[in-house]
């Protein structure tokens, strides 16, 4: 992965390990997923993974590669966990330091099918939620630590042009 700076300019390549333990900047990009009802993809992770096992998300995404755009990180990662493809679209970014270790976080959304293949080593359960069961779900489940930011922005900017993605970091 690429480690950043505070204006998101890459100073070089070094390994997600590093970055977390060491505090480094580096990119994340995920997508929230949406049905053609506007209903929101909701899913739990699987409770072996490493990071935040078991903790529901709202969104989808990853770390992204070296060379790699938000964009492409998102989308590589809805087809990894998910199993369709999609095209992201970058609504916005931010300075995250929730989580883990500090990181920009690039938020993009998508249109998916309503049928999905969730990988099983990822995605323990998953759902579709209107906007208010989803509220409810963010203060009754244990979310992973930027899930609530990722949904306070992306409500403030959605409607919104994806030109004007400074008003939302």
């Not at 929230?32 to 995404?61: K, T």
Request: with cysteine; aromatic share 8%.
């Amino acid at each position: 992965m690429e480690r950043v700076d505070a204006q998101d300019r890459v100073l070089g390549v070094v390994s997600r390990r590093d970055a977390v333990r060491e505090g480094w900047l580096h990119r994340v990009g995920v997508v929230v997923c949406r049905d053609r009802q506007g209903r929101y993809l909701v899913h739990r992770r699987a409770e072996h993974l490493s990071r935040f096992p078991g903790h529901y998300e709202f969104g989808v995404g990853g770390a992204a590669g070296v060379g790699e755009s938000y964009e492409q990180a998102a989308a590589r990662e809805v087809s990894e966990e998910l199993g369709v493809r999609v095209a992201a679209r970058l609504r916005f970014k931010f300075l995250n330091r929730g989580g883990l270790s500090p990181h920009w976080l690039a938020v993009c959304d998508a249109v998916l099918p309503e049928i999905v293949a969730p990988d099983p080593e990822e995605v323990a359960w998953h759902g579709w939620l209107t906007e208010s069961e989803l509220r409810r779900a963010l203060q009754q489940w244990t979310f992973t630590p930027d899930s609530q930011a990722v949904f306070d922005r992306y409500l403030g900017c959605r409607a919104g042009p994806a030109s004007a993605p400074e008003r939302c970091s």
